[in-house]
């Protein structure tokens, strides 16, 4: 992280204002620093030139944010009409009650009345927990706007050129990262999450036992498929674990890895999508591609998405254009990377998605049913597969088969 004030412009070494960049030092530089670091063969690179490198990182991190935004808003919503009709049906069962009720006996008004009292318990206690869901998705809402303001300073900053201020505040929010919002869960999701979890745990309660007791797992890992340890990443494995699919039925996503590791050599990984639907569910999304293999057992530990030295193709949904979209990315020196496709290209049910690695060169590229879509360069010395598969909802789970 840079450390300098904020509103000084000026080089302390040379007291001479900062006009470039130097990567290698990671901070602004003045012409007299430019020569010292010149000599060193460093990568120096103009304000403007680095204000743009910047603005691509920030640009994901705004469309994160939106992301984040628009699924708070819909948690919101639905909290809403829930509300509404729960209380629309308690209105109307209390009115029929009181409507029948003068037919009935004494002993049938008393428990009329009892009824309707439980009616109105039942109505206080639901306004309870789900005013208390409302106050955490406002709170989550702030969080949102506040995250949304930064970065619109930031592009005001970008706007009126004002190209230190803007490296120097950019910087800080880079290093330190805006937490990701994730809507809470629906209709007791969270629950059954933590239920399905334990249920994994104990699958693999024995097998991690052994390995603290210091028993070493002396199995050479050469196969091409999926690997079982995954734990808790709500993938479930068939066919040998050549086959991943996500069965869960809430808005979850899973990480799946592969246990070949690519060093050297040419391959081709084949893999099927046995199942993925044409949804206009924000959580319809498979990513195909490899890991850093040293970064492989974070993945297989955290479920983390966002590690350095992925490289993959993803389909998703977009909900500005209401279609199914592709791009290909990669997480690569602490920064995305991502590059739409010029014409329409999405992944669908029964298709054969190929990735094939030179690793000689370094090079991976993408095909759909043998249509080229390019790919990535420079990879890492090792590289496993790895698939994110989302949730459908009310659908086929997505599930893919390794060829």
């Known amino acids: 992280m840079l450390s300098f004030e904020i509103n000084s412009n000026l080089c302390e070494k040379h007291n001479t204002e900062f006009c470039l960049y130097c990567k290698d030092e ?57 509300k509404n009709k729960l209380k629309q049906k308690i209105q109307q069962t209390a009115k029929n009650i009181q409507n029948d009720s003068d037919l009935l006996i004494k002993i049938i008004q008393n428990s009329k009345i009892n009824s309707y009292n439980l009616l109105k318990k039942m109505e206080i206690i639901t306004n309870i927990r789900i005013g208390k869901l409302l106050n955490q998705e406002l709170k989550k809402q702030k969080t949102i706007n506040k995250n949304q303001m930064k970065i619109n300073n930031l592009i005001q900053l970008r706007n009126d050129n004002n190209h230190i201020n803007f490296i120097k505040e950019s910087k800080e929010i880079i290093n330190r990262g805006i937490p990701r919002v994730r809507s809470g869960y629906w209709k007791g999701g969270q629950e059954e999450g933590h239920k399905y979890k334990e249920k994994v745990k104990d699958k693999y309660k024995d097998k991690e036992e052994k390995r603290k007791g210091g028993e070493k797992d002396e199995r050479v890992i050469t196969e091409d498929e999926f690997d079982p340890r995954m734990k808790e990443n709500l993938i479930e494995l068939k066919n040998g674990n050549k086959t991943a699919w996500n069965p869960y039925k809430r808005d979850f996503t899973g990480l799946v890895c592969g246990k070949k590791i690519y060093s050297r050599g040419g391959y081709e990984i084949k893999i099927k999508i046995d199942q993925f639907p044409n949804s206009n569910n924000q959580w319809n999304e498979i990513w195909l591609g490899v890991i850093k293999t040293e970064n492989r ?62 690793m000689e060169q370094k090079k991976m590229s993408f095909n759909i049913n043998e249509k080229k879509l390019g790919g990535w360069e420079k990879l890492p010395e090792k590289v496993n597969f790895f698939a994110y598969l989302a949730y459908q909802t009310g659908e086929e789970k997505n599930q893919i088969t390794i060829n």
């Open 26 to 82: 990671n901070e602004l530089i003045c012409t007299q620093c430019y020569e010292t670091c010149r000599i060193n063969d460093h990568e120096i690179l103009g304000l403007n030139e680095y204000s743009n490198e910047i603005s691509e990182t920030l640009t994901i991190i705004f469309n994160q944010i939106k992301n984040d935004k628009n699924q708070n808003n819909v948690t919101i919503e639905r909290l809403l009409k829930y």
């Open 297 to 358: 057992k974070k993945l297989i530990k955290n479920d983390n998405w966002n590690l350095e030295g992925t490289y993959y193709f993803i389909t998703c949904w977009d909900e500005d254009e209401k279609c199914l979209v592709s791009q290909k990315i990669k997480r690569e020196g602490g920064k995305y990377i991502n590059k739409s496709f010029p014409e329409e290209i999405s992944l669908k049910k029964n298709d054969v998605f190929s990735i094939f690695l030179d």
